[in-house]
């Protein structure tokens, strides 16, 4: 069965400084992994994902992920941080039993980063 | 940019009540998902829609859930007699071709069962 564990509930940086978000995941079958962002009263956004194509993921805002097989993680990271950055990241795993590129997603429990002035 | 819609933003009901939750998801997506996030704990999901059926549902959706598709615009879903615990925020999704990868997220009914 596919799991995600994020280390630490709450991150906090000072502005300019770099982001580092921790996943690590459990999956059976290759992993599908995906970065969500929420921002406060909003749905959850996509901020990256790893099908399975190169390791190295770019997505919006700055953000990249890559994947370490052999860690079995998936960390979030951003060279410098913005104010804008403050949210809640949770990190995701495809899971259920469909073939090919459908499921469900597995989310972790979330990281809630603040970047102070 | 097209939107999933969800309402209420939020909705407070007594215990043993009915409630329905109410998505109208991305107008040429096929492929529909309720998940829902109890405080402090992880987004879970509960159930896949495809084809005016469940494709998927997890232990969570039991006999007290149930979804619908009531016309070609709104994804519906219903609890039929609220408990404490379903207190939760209450997430729809949409796909257009059922890939994990290609989902929007609407921004969430947060449900109050007093």
Redesign the interface.
């Known amino acids: 069965a596919q799991s995600v564990t994020q280390l630490g509930s709450h991150v906090s940086v000072s502005e300019g400084a770099l982001v580092l978000l921790r996943c690590n995941y459990s999956s059976s079958v290759p992993p599908?992994l995906?970065w969500?962002v929420q921002y406060p009263?909003?749905?959850?956004?996509?901020l990256l994902?790893y099908?399975s194509a190169a390791t190295l993921v770019k997505g919006i805002n700055g953000f990249e992920a890559e994947f370490k097989k052999s860690e079995t993680s998936f960390h979030l990271t951003k060279p410098s941080a913005h104010m804008s950055d403050a949210a809640e990241y949770?990190c995701?795993v495809?899971?259920?039993?469909?073939g090919g590129?459908?499921?469900?997603?597995?989310?972790?429990?979330?990281t809630k980063l603040s970047v102070k002035p | 940019e097209p939107e999933v819609t969800q309402t209420p933003s939020h909705q407070v009901t007594q215990m043993g009540q009915e409630v329905i939750l109410r998505c109208v998801p991305i107008s040429n997506h096929l492929y529909f998902y309720w998940y829902r996030q109890i405080l402090g704990q992880k987004v879970e999901f509960l159930v896949s829609f495809y084809n005016n059926e469940i494709s998927e549902k997890s232990e969570i959706f039991d006999d007290q859930f149930s979804v619908e598709r009531p016309d070609g615009s709104n994804f519906t879903l219903k609890i039929r007699s609220t408990k404490l615990e379903d207190s939760a925020m209450y997430f729809c999704a949409s796909s257009e071709m059922g890939q994990v990868y290609g989902y929007t997220f609407g921004s969430g009914t947060r449900l109050t069962v007093v």
């Open positions: 599908y995906f969500y009263n909003q749905g959850l956004q996509l994902k099908t949770f995701a495809r899971g259920g039993n469909y590129s459908q499921g469900n997603l597995i989310f972790g429990k979330g």
